[in-house]
């Protein structure tokens, strides 16, 4: 299938056509075993390895294009492939193949009240749509976790990617069907119109669950199109707050590491919170901005350092993904917490204290997928939590919340075991 303008009527048949042989292709996958499908997957590390030329000629012609339609430096450091990064691409699946299985794992086991036996078991939810921006190696992560939990995936990347994203999913699932698994299990949307998006959200009762990962315009076709459960992963606007009885200095290290390890990822601090009795404000913003990082602050934040600019309240609920941080100072844990329910995206947040009984509060009561105590933001991440790879940060509240890997890519389904037991 080629890369055309399709009317609304073929985006819905098209999607029909996908999910029909992807949901095939997934109750194949159901009978593989655990070591069939790993070897599935170290083939298709193999076979990458192989096409790493035909893979780089392709990632070639995306940056080429990328740098055309002035695409940033931050953009094209993410499409970026080179021997480094695709043999980096190669090792994530096999890690992933080294994952223990996570399909039929009991996760409960009790007996009824009537005597019958009861487990609840690990099966995988089916066929998962997958949106995501233009980074190739999301293609191979997700790829390999969908199949590693016994699932089908349609892939849905950024069209900066389109070329690299071909080549990886071609080389993948020729090692697929090199070790005899279904190929269609794992399948690349044929087209980047987004009505094809539109018609994918649409498509409840064909598509078991939807990963849209991205930013606002991303959020807005969900909110209006879903019909699909939606296993959100979408914006950080990720806060860290500096309580009254914070470390100086471990307060300097963290919010600058926060803000500036990597201004692009979601999981990089957009505000601070300094605790108006917190002794070193001056410190901390004196070294963010010394970092090279823009200020935008409240009249008290504006106090701690000259160079704070006025922020508006349009800053609170910015994400930058860039080296400028909103800044408030709050008069305690109560006012920290409120401004955190107020603009949070549900993503990361983060409390720096030596006091136990404030981060006892602040992790029970901040409802965000993440929240942490004495540690940057920068930590939200999948391979960081030790769960081999991700597919992203889920930011609702759905099952599987934070970091998404094996587990949250799976349901359950109860098992009964009886012995004649008949229902009075
Ligand atoms: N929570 C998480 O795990 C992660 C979240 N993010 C978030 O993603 C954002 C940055 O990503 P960015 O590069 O801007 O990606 P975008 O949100 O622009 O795009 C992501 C994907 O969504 C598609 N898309 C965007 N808008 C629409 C629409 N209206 N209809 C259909 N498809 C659409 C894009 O397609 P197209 O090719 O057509 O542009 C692309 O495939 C940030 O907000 C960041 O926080 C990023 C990574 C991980
Ligand atoms: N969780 C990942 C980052 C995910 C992410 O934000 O991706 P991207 O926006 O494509 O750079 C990490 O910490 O590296």
């Keep these: 299938m080629t890369d055309k303008t399709h009317s609304k009527t073929d985006h819905t048949s098209l999607i029909t056509e996908l999910a029909t042989a992807g949901r095939l292709a997934q ?68 890690n992933v193949a080294s994952l223990p299985d996570p399909v039929g794992e009991v996760i409960d086991s009790r007996t009824s009240p009537s005597g019958f036996g009861l487990e609840r078991v690990r099966i995988p939810i089916g066929l998962i749509g997958i949106i995501y921006e233009s980074r190739p190696n999301v293609t191979a992560d ?42 269609k299990a794992i399948q690349l949307m044929p087209t980047q119109d987004r009505e094809a998006v539109g018609a994918m959200l649409k498509a409840a009762g064909l598509v078991d669950m939807i990963v849209p990962r991205g930013g606002k315009g991303l959020v807005a076709r969900v909110q209006q199109d879903a019909r699909v459960p939606v296993l959100a992963h979408l914006d950080g606007i990720c806060h860290t707050y500096i309580h009254a009885d914070a470390n100086p200095d471990m307060a300097r290290e963290i919010a600058v590491n926060a803000k500036m390890r990597r201004t692009g990822i979601c999981g990089a601090m957009e505000t601070l919170l300094i605790d108006a009795n917190f002794p070193a404000g001056e410190s901390v913003l004196a070294a963010i901005a010394d970092a090279g990082c823009e200020l935008r602050g409240d009249d008290r934040a504006q106090k701690l350092d000259s160079r704070v600019k006025t922020a508006t309240s349009e800053d609170w609920d910015t994400e930058y993904l860039d080296a400028i941080l909103a800044v408030s100072v709050v008069d305690d844990i109560d006012g920290a917490m409120e401004h955190i329910a107020a ?25 965000s997928a993440i929240v942490m105590h004495n540690a940057s ?3 939200a991440d999948g391979g960081e939590f030790g769960l081999g790879a991700e597919i992203g940060i889920a930011t609702g509240r759905l099952h599987a919340r934070g970091p998404v890997a094996l587990e949250g890519l799976t349901t359950y389904k109860w098992q009964v075991k009886g012995s004649g037991q008949a229902r009075p």
């Design 27 to 94: 109750r194949k996958l159901a009978r593989a075993t655990d070591a069939e499908k790993a070897d599935g997957l170290r083939a298709a590390a193999k076979v990458i390895r192989a096409d790493a030329a035909a893979i780089l000629a392709a990632n070639e012609k995306d940056m080429d294009a990328g740098r055309a339609n002035g695409l940033t430096g931050a953009l094209l450091d993410r499409l970026k492939l080179d021997e480094d990064r695709l043999e980096a691409i190669a090792c994530a699946i096999e």
């Design 343 to 367: 603009h949070s995206s549900g993503h990361t947040e983060a409390i720096i204290t030596d006091s136990d009984d404030a981060a006892s509060r602040f992790l029970g009561e901040v409802d």
């Design 377 to 379: 933001t920068q930590f």
């Design 142 to 183: 997700a790829a390999a976790l969908c199949l590693r939990s016994g699932n089908a995936a349609l892939l849905r990347g950024g069209s900066e990617a389109i070329h690299s994203n071909r080549a990886l999913h071609a080389a993948f699932t020729k090692g697929l069907a090199e070790v005899g698994l279904p190929e």
